[in-house]
């Protein structure tokens, strides 16, 4: 073997021994260049996509209002089937009892609108540079009369629930929710 080409054996056996000590190093390295690239297209991508429209926040404000909205219905309807179970309640009285709820529904219309005029008026006091006390009592006086109607008919519907119940029934609902309330408050507490 010439000189030439054992240099040249020495040089390639250095180079992969080389190679194969800083193969570690490179992967390190390269997985530090990928998480920072990441990072910072997360950082800039974050602006992007919490900005929205005035359009499009009174869009999702909108399909939030008519989701809680269903699910105050999957509740009630959760209730409702909760009750059945419990109470035994015949086919009868689960048809009594829909029939009630449809009717306090459809009689709230006007009041739940005027209930969303009211909340829409304080967020909006809310989210003001300042917060204009007068002005909320203002609102919260002017619609007094509607929180009494909904109280009222909440009320009422309840009582008319109720009275679709047997006498054990009854006395069996109020236990179960008496034993509800006692949860609500140890856990709240």
Do not use: C
Not at 91 to 113: C, F, G, P
Not at 147 to 167: D, E, N, S, W
């Amino acid at each position: 073997m010439t000189s030439t080409n054992q240099a040249q054996t020495l040089n390639a056996a250095k180079l992969n021994k080389l190679d194969k000590l800083n193969k570690p190093v490179l992967k390190r390295a390269m997985l530090t260049k990928m998480i920072a690239t990441v990072a910072t297209l997360g950082v800039l991508a974050a602006p992007a996509a919490y900005s929205h429209s005035n359009e499009a926040t009174a869009s999702h404000e909108h399909h939030d209002r008519k989701a809680h909205r269903a699910m105050k219905g999957h509740h009630s309807a959760k209730m409702l089937k909760k009750m059945k179970r419990y109470l035994e309640l015949s086919d009868e009285q689960v048809t009594q009892i829909k029939a009630i709820r449809s009717q306090s529904k459809s009689d709230n219309e006007t009041l739940r609108t005027q209930l969303e005029a009211f909340k829409a008026q304080v967020k909006s006091q809310q989210v003001a540079s300042e917060f204009d006390e007068a002005a909320f009592t203002a609102s919260y006086q002017q619609y007094q009369d509607t929180f009494a109607q909904l109280a009222l008919q909440k009320a009422k519907t309840r009582h008319a629930i109720f009275q679709v119940l047997t006498p054990e029934q009854q006395a069996k609902w109020q236990a179960f929710q008496e034993k509800r309330k006692a949860r609500r408050s140890h856990n709240d507490g």
